[in-house]
C-alpha cells in the first residue's frame, strides 16, 4: 500500500471580510437583530422574559416570528427547524419549509408564533425509555427564547426542549433549564443573608473540547473508525507521546487552517471561541471558548460538536470526539469550569477582598462541597458512559472516584475556620475586615491555580472545574446533575440558617455554626493528593466514596430513593423521568457494546485472518521449496526462525478465532436477557473483556505480517498528520 504517501496540502481557508467584531453573530437573532427587526414593545418584552425567565404570550410570539422571519428571508433562508438534544446525545433537526399555499394558487412564506412556539415532530425514534409507548407516542418541541436562534445553510435554527404529551422531558435541555432554575433560586436565597440586592444567580459554564483529527481517506480505510469512533486494534506506533513533543507544539499547518475556518464559522454563530492547541497525544487538539450562561454554553458545545465536523469534511479531516479513539496514547475529556454569577457582578467563587465578600465566598465553596460529597455517586454517574469508560480510572484521565481539589491554600482557611470559636471567627478589624484565622484569602490565588491534573473536581481560583467529562458528551447532563445537588443542599442551608436565626442566633453565628458543621461533614471527598495512586482508591473507600467501576452499575445511582427525592424536592425531575433515563442509558450502553462486538468479530474474521492466512502461505511456500532446494542438514538451519513464526502466527490466529466464536456466544446469552439493566451489565462483565483479549493477539500479528499486505492504516499513520 501507498499509504504513507497520503498527505493533503492545506485547503485554502474561506476568510470573512474584516475584523472578527465585524462579522461576530451574523447568524444569529441576537439582541441586535432583535431591536433591528423587533418593535420596541415586543423587543422589550421578549428581553424580559429572557433575563427573568417569563412566559410569553402567543401575541409576542407572533411579532417575534414575523421579525425573526424578515431577517431569516434576508439571509437567503428558506426553511426552518425545532432545533433540540433528544437523548441520543446529539441533536436533532426535521427541516420544513417555510413556503404555504397562498389563497391565488401560489406559495407564500408563512412562519407565525404558532409555528416557532411549538412543533409536533414525529420524531417517534428517539429514545424515550418507554416514556412515549406507554401513554401516547405524541412528542413535542416548545421554543427556549433564552437561546437566540441561528442560521445553518439555509435553515433558521431554532433551540426548543422536546418533551411528550403528556410533559415528560424526552430531552437533556428541559431538566438542564429546570436545574438551572433551581440554583438560581436557592443560591439567591443565600445570597440575599448578605446582600438583599440580589435578585437572580446565573450559572456559568466554561468547557474546554479535545478532540482528534485525522486525515479523512485514512478514517474511511478503518471500518472500526467510522462504525465505533474508536480503533478496536492497532499496535501502539514507535513514538506517540513519549517526547511530548506535541502538546503546545507548533501547529500543522493543515490542522491551523481548519481550526482558523473552524473558527470563523463559529463566530458567525456567535460562539466566543478564545484558545487553542495542541493537546498531548499527536493528533490531539483543543478548543475553549469564553464561558458563557451555562444554557446557552450547552448549545454551543453541541452546535460547535456540529460545525467542527463538517468544517473537518471540507479540508479532507474527520473529527474524533470518542473519549478514547487509540489505545496506549491519552483520551479526551471535556472538562467543565463552573461557577455561579449574582445579577449584581459578584462570582460567587471569587475569594473576596472583604470580610463579608470572603464570607460569601466559603458560603458557597462549603455549600458545593458538601453537595458533591452527598452525591459523588450521582455525579459520577452523570458523566457515566460506554465511551467515556476507557478514561476514567485509566490513569490519564480523572479516576471513577469522585473527589474535590482545593490547594493547600484553601484548605487551610477551611481547616482554621473549622477550628475557630464563632466569637474568634467573627473579629471583625478596624476596616470591617473579617478575620478567617489566616488573615484574608491572598488574592495571588486566582493566578496561583490548581495544576494538580488527577482531580476530577478540583478549584481552579473562581471557579470549579469538573473534568471527570467525556468528550464526546452533552455537557447539560454533568451540569444538571450538579446544579440540583447544589440547589438541593442550598436549600438545606437556607432553612439551617432561618431555623438558627429563629433560635435566637445572629446571622453570622447561624452561618458560621453551619458552616463549620459543613466543613467537618464534607470532609472525605476533599483529597489533595495524587487521584492515579492505587492507595487513593484505598482511602477513598474507606471513605465511603463510590467506588463503582462498572458503568451499568454506576447509573444505579439515579435510582438511590434519596435522589429521587432530590430530583423532586428541586423539581429537576421526577421519579417516572429517572427511570425512563437510566433505560435509556442501559439500552444506550448495550447497543455500543454490541456494535463494537460485531465490528471486531468482522474485522477479525474478514480482515484479519484471511490476509494473516494469506501470510502464513507465503512462508509456508517458502519453507516447502527451501526443503526441495536443499540438504537437509541445511534445510534445517534455513527454515528454523520461519517455521517458529509460522507456529507464531498460527497460535495467534487460532486465539482470535477461538475468542470471537466465544464473545459471540457471551453476546447471545446477553441478548436474551430482558430487563436493560441486566443486559447492560452482561455486556459490561461478559462481552467486553473480550475486547482487550482479542485487540491483543491481532495486535501481535500486526508486528508480524508483511506491511505491504496489511490492509488497515496503522497508528503510525493515523497519528501523525503532516
Ligand atoms: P485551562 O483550565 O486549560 O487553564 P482556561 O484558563 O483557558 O483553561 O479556561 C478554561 C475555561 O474556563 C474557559 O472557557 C474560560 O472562559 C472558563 N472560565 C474562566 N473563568 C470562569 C468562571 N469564573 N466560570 C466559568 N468558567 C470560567
Ligand atoms: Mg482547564
Known sequence: MVREAFSHTAVPVQAPAGKTSDYY?????????????????TYKVLTE???NGKNLDRQIANHVASGMKMWAMEMGVTHYTHWFHPLTGGTAEKHDSFIEHSDKGHVIEEFDGKILAQQEPDASSFPSGGLRNTFE???????????????????????????????????????????????????TETCQFFDPKVKKVQTNLGWEQEYFLVDEALYSARPDLMLTGRTLMGHESAKNQQLDDHYFGAIPTRVAAFMKELEYESYKLGMPLKTRHNEVAPNQFELAPIYEEAN????????LMDVMNRVAKRHNFHVLLHEKPFAGINGSGKHNNWSLMTDTGVNLFNPGKTGEENLLFVTFLVNTLMAVYKNNALLKASVASATNEHRLGANEAPPAIISAFLGSQISQVLDKLEASTTDEAIKFDAKGVLQLGVGQIPELLIDNTDRNRTSPFAFTGNRFEFRAVGSSANCASAITA???????QLMNFNADVKKHIAAGETKEEAIFAIIRELIT??????????????EWKAEASARGLDCEVSVPVQFDAYLKPSVIDMYARTGVMSEVELNARNEVKWETYTKKIQIEARVLGDMALNHIIPLVTLYQSSLLDNVYKLKQLFEPEKYKKLSAEKLDLIEEIESNMDAVHKMVGLMVEARKVAN??????????????????????????IDKLELIVDNEMWTLPKYRELLFIR
Open 25 to 41: 453573530g451574523v447568524n444569529v437573532f441576537n439582541r441586535d437583530k432583535m431591536r433591528k427587526y423587533l418593535s420596541k414593545e
Open 672 to 697: 436474551k436477557i430482558e430487563s436493560e439493566r441486566e443486559k447492560a451489565v452482561a455486556y459490561h462483565d461478559t462481552v467486553a473483556p473480550y475486547f482487550n483479549k482479542i485487540r491483543y493477539h
Open 49 to 51: 422574559a429572557i433575563d
Open 521 to 534: 461533614a464534607s470532609k472525605p471527598v476533599c483529597f489533595d493528593g495524587n487521584g492515579y495512586s492505587d
Open 296 to 303: 446557552l454554553a450547552v448549545d454551543h458545545n453541541l452546535l
Open 137 to 187: 407516542a405524541r412528542g413535542y418541541t416548545a421554543w427556549d427564547p433564552s437561546s437566540p436562534a441561528f442560521i445553518m445553510d439555509d435553515t433558521l435554527c431554532i433551540p426548543t426542549i422536546f418533551i411528550a404529551y403528556t410533559g415528560e422531558a424526552l430531552d437533556f435541555k428541559t431538566p438542564l433549564l429546570k436545574a438551572l432554575s433551581a440554583v438560581d433560586k436557592a443560591a
Open 482 to 488: 450538579l446544579n440540583t445537588a447544589v440547589a438541593d
